[in-house]
C-alpha cells in the first residue's frame, strides 16, 4: 500500500464525511458571535511583506482582502453532506486508465505554476538539490480542518486523496459542504494549488509581464485588481447556494454561510495569486517578499515548483502549524500569532488560571503630537580610528536570536486601566519593593557629554542628546536600564538623577505573553532541530509580525480583537532588546577590548581578526550569535581605513555584506 503523496488515485466524493484530528479539541470560539475586523496597513511597519485589511464587523464589508479571525463553526447537516456526496454533479475522477505516473507527466512546468513576478525570483537548484524539509513526513493534524485543491484533485493536508479535479465553482461549493471543515484558531481553509487548478475554476487572470512595467508594485496592484473582478463575475454560484463575501474577494476568498443561529466560515487562499497582494516590497532591489506560510522565494522557502510536490509541502506546513501552533496558519503571519494569543486566552479564561488580558493598552494622553515610537530602535554608525582597523581581517555582525521573542516572554507587561500621576506621586510610584512598576515615566536625560559614557558606542537612550537635556516619555524597561550601571550598559543615573515629574502606572501587570513565547520557543527548536528553515522562518515572521502591529488600534478595531492593541508592550520590547545589546556591547570591550561600528536594532557590526569569537556561546534566544562574517579583501579595508564619514563607513559595510543582501535578522 502506498503512503500519502506517493500515489494519487483519484475518485469521487467518499461516502462518508472528514472528521477533525484529535488536535481539534480547542473549540476555536471568539468571545462573541460579531465577525472580528481585520488589519489595516500601519504607518510604521516592521515587516513591510505582512500587512492586512480593516473590515466593518457589523456588516462585513472589508476594505481588501486581508483576513479574518475564527467564528463559530457550524456542523453541516447530515442532509447536506450526502446532497453533495450523492450529487451528480459532483467532482468527478478520470477514467480509471489514468495513473499516479500520468497526472504527474501531465502536472505545468513551474512557468504556469507560478506568477510572472513569482518565477522571476525563483531560486537556482533548488530543483536538482530539494531541501531537507521537503522530505519531513506530513502529519494529520490539520486534517478535518483544511483542504488542498489541485488539478489532479483534492487532498487532506496529510496526503489522503479525496476527489478528482474541482472543474467548477459548484464542484467547489459541494467540495466545501461536504467536508464540513471546523476552524482552528482561524476559519477552516481551502488551498488552491497550482495556475492549472485556478484555470479549471475559470480564475485566470493576466496582468501583464513584469518587463512592461517600471515599477512592479504597479503589476501587483493591476493583478490584485484584475483577481478581484474575475472572482466577482466567477463565484456567482457559490452566492447563489447561501454563501455570503466577506469583503472583497481577492487571493483570499473569505466565505460565510449562515445555518440557523450559527455562522460557518471559510477561508479559500489562490496560492498562485498570493503575490498580487502580499508583496508590496516589489521596489525593493526588484525581489519578492515572504509570503506567510508558502514561504519566500528569494529565501528558498518557497514551495516546489510542481502541484502535486507543492501541494505535499502545503500539507505538510499546514500540519506542523497545527501540531506545534494549535492553529491553522492565519491569512498574513502576524494574524497566526494573534489566533495564538487568542487560543490561549481561551484557556485561560476556561481554566480561570493565568493571566487574561481583555481590553486595550492604548497609549495614554501625553504631551504634545505624537513623536512616532516611545521606544525607538537604535540605528548608529561610527568612524573607525586606527585600534580599530590595526590587526582585523573580517567584518562580523552578530545579531540577538530570536530577540523579540525572548524579550516578550521575559518582560511583565501592565493592563488595566491605568492611573495617572505627577509631581511627588509619580517619583514616589517609582520606588517600589520589585522596583518600578509597568507604565511610561516622565523623565529629563541628562546631556551625554556630561557623562562618563564610553566614546565608541551610541548613548545609551535614543532620545538623548550629547550637548543639551531632553525631557521625555520612557518605558519602565529604560528607566531600569537608564539606573544600570555604566559598564552594564546604563549611566548609573539614581531615580532622583531622572527628575520624574509625571507617570501612567498600570494596575495590574505579569507576563501575558509567556505561555505564547513558550510555545512559539518550542516551535521553533522543533523546526531548528529538523533543519525546518521554512517554518522556523514562517514563526520569525508570525512573531515579529504580531509585535509590530501591536502598535496601532486601526488593525484591531472588532470588539473581541481589541485586546491586541498594546503598544506599550511593543515599545517595552524594543526597549528591552536594545538594552541588552548595549549590555553585551560592554561585555565584549571589557572581554576583547573590541567596540562596534554600527548597529541597527539588534545586531552590531565589527572589525574583528582571526580566530576572534564574540558571539555568546550559549544556544538560548536573546543571545548574541553570528549573523554574518566575511574575510575582508584588500580592497575593502582600505575603505574602512580611509572613511571620513559615516555615511563611507555605511556604503563599505554595504559591500562587504553584499552577498548576504537578502538576509535578515533574528529579531
Known amino acids: 500500500m502506498s503512503s500519502p503523496w506517493e500515489q494519487i488515485p483519484l475518485f469521487a466524493l467518499p461516502e462518508g464525511t472528514l472528521t477533525a484530528s484529535p488536535a481539534s479539541t ?23 511583506d505582512d500587512d492586512a485589511a480593516s473590515v466593518d464587523a457589523g456588516v462585513f464589508v472589508a476594505a481588501d482582502q486581508a483576513g479574518s479571525e475564527p467564528a463559530v ?29 500520468e497526472v504527474d507527466s501531465e502536472e505545468v512546468d ?103 512595467v517600471d515599477d512592479m508594485e504597479a503589476l501587483r496592484t493591476r493583478a490584485a485588481q484584475e483577481l ?20 472583497d474577494p481577492g487571493h483570499v476568498v473569505h466565505l460565510s454561510r449562515s445555518i440557523g443561529k450559527f455562522t460557518s466560515m471559510v477561508d479559500v487562499v489562490i496560492e498562485p495569486y498570493v503575490w498580487t497582494y502580499w508583496n508590496k516590497d516589489f521596489g525593493w532591489h526588484n525581489r519578492v517578499g515572504d509570503m506567510g506560510i508558502l514561504g519566500s522565494p528569494t529565501a528558498g522557502t518557497y514551495l516546489p515548483d510542481d502541484d502535486l510536490p507543492a501541494a505535499r509541502e502545503l500539507g505538510r506546513r499546514l500540519a506542523w502549524c497545527a501540531q506545534h ?98 509631581g511627588d506621586g509619580a517619583a514616589a510610584a517609582a520606588v517600589g519593593e520589585k522596583g518600578a512598576p509597568f507604565g511610561l515615566w516622565r523623565i529629563t536625560l541628562p546631556p551625554g557629554q556630561t557623562l562618563s559614557l564610553p566614546e565608541k558606542l551610541p548613548l545609551p537612550h535614543p532620545h538623548m542628546l550629547a550637548d543639551q537635556p531632553v525631557q521625555t516619555w520612557v518605558s519602565t524597561v529604560s528607566l531600569d536600564g537608564l539606573c544600570s550601571p555604566v559598564a552594564d550598559g546604563g549611566i548609573g543615573a539614581d531615580l532622583d538623577d531622572l527628575d520624574i ?15 505564547w513565547a513558550k510555545i512559539l ?10 533543519d525546518d528553515d521554512a517554518t522556523k522562518r514562517f514563526l520569525g515572521t508570525c512573531y515579529k509580525g504580531y509585535i509590530g502591529r501591536m502598535v496601532n488600534p486601526d488593525m484591531w478595531t472588532a470588539k473581541q480583537m481589541q485586546h491586541h492593541h498594546q503598544p506599550l508592550w511593543r515599545a517595552s520590547i524594543i526597549a528591552h532588546c ?62 574602512f581605513t580611509s572613511a571620513q564619514d559615516v555615511h563611507e563607513v555605511n556604503l563599505a559595510i554595504k559591500a562587504a555584506f553584499a552577498d548576504d543582501e537578502f538576509s535578515e535578522g533574528d529579531r
Open 325 to 422: 501552533l494549535g492553529v491553522l496558519p492565519g491569512p498574513t503571519p502576524a494574524r497566526t500569532g494573534a489566533a495564538l494569543v487568542d487560543k490561549i486566552k481561551r484557556e485561560r479564561t476556561r481554566s480561570g488560571k493565568g493571566i487574561v488580558v481583555t481590553t486595550p493598552g492604548s497609549v495614554p494622553p501625553l504631551d504634545g503630537p505624537p513623536r512616532g515610537d516611545l521606544e525607538p530602535a537604535v540605528g548608529w554608525t561610527r568612524v573607525p580610528d586606527a585600534q580599530d582597523v590595526d590587526g582585523t581581517s573580517r567584518l562580523v555582525s552578530i545579531d540577538q536570536r530570536a530577540a523579540y521573542l525572548a524579550s516578550a516572554g521575559m518582560l511583565e507587561f501592565g493592563y488595566g486601566q491605568p492611573q495617572h500621576l505627577t
Open 228 to 247: 478581484t473582478a474575475v472572482l466577482h463575475a466567477a463565484l456567482t454560484p457559490l452566492l447563489n447556494a447561501g454563501w455570503e463575501l466577506r469583503g
Open 73 to 101: 463553526a457550524a456542523q453541516r447537516e447530515s442532509s447536506e453532506q450526502r446532497d453533495a456526496a450523492e450529487a451528480d454533479d459532483a467532482p468527478t475522477p478520470p477514467s480509471p486508465e489514468v495513473d499516479s505516473e
Open 110 to 212: 513551474s512557468d504556469e505554476v507560478d506568477s510572472a513576478a513569482v518565477d522571476g525570483a525563483a531560486v537556482d537548484g533548488d530543483a536538482a538539490d530539494p531541501p531537507v524539509w521537503e522530505a519531513l513526513p506530513a502529519g494529520e493534524e490539520a486534517d478535518g480542518h483544511a483542504l488542498i485543491v489541485t488539478a489532479a484533485g483534492t487532498y487532506t493536508p496529510s496526503g489522503r486523496e479525496l476527489t478528482g479535479p474541482v472543474d467548477s465553482v459548484e464542484k467547489l461549493d459541494k467540495l466545501i459542504r461536504w467536508a464540513s471543515l471546523t476552524p482552528l484558531g482561524a476559519p477552516a481553509q481551502i488551498w488552491v494549488v497550482g495556475q492549472a487548478a485556478c484555470e479549471l475554476l475559470g480564475w485566470i487572470i493576466d496582468p501583464g509581464s513584469e518587463d512592461d
Open 26 to 48: 480547542d473549540d476555536v470560539l471568539p468571545d462573541d458571535d460579531v465577525l472580528p475586523d481585520d488589519d489595516v496597513l500601519p504607518d510604521d511597519e516592521v515587516l513591510p
Open 578 to 639: 536594545r538594552w541588552r545589546g548595549r549590555r553585551v556591547a560592554m561585555r565584549i570591550a571589557r572581554e576583547h577590548n573590541r567596540w562596534p561600528v554600527r548597529t541597527v536594532t539588534d545586531s552590531w557590526v565589527y572589525l574583528l581578526s582571526d580566530g576572534e569569537d564574540i558571539a555568546d556561546p550559549s544556544e538560548a534566544l536573546g543571545k548574541m550569535s553570528v549573523e554574518k562574517d566575511v574575510v575582508l579583501t584588500d580592497t575593502l579595508l582600505s575603505a
Open 521 to 530: 520557543r518550542e516551535a521553533r527548536k522543533a523546526a531548528v532541530d529538523t
Open 501 to 515: 515629574t509625571e507617570a501612567w502606572v498600570y494596575p495590574q501587570q505579569g507576563r501575558a505573553l509567556d505561555k
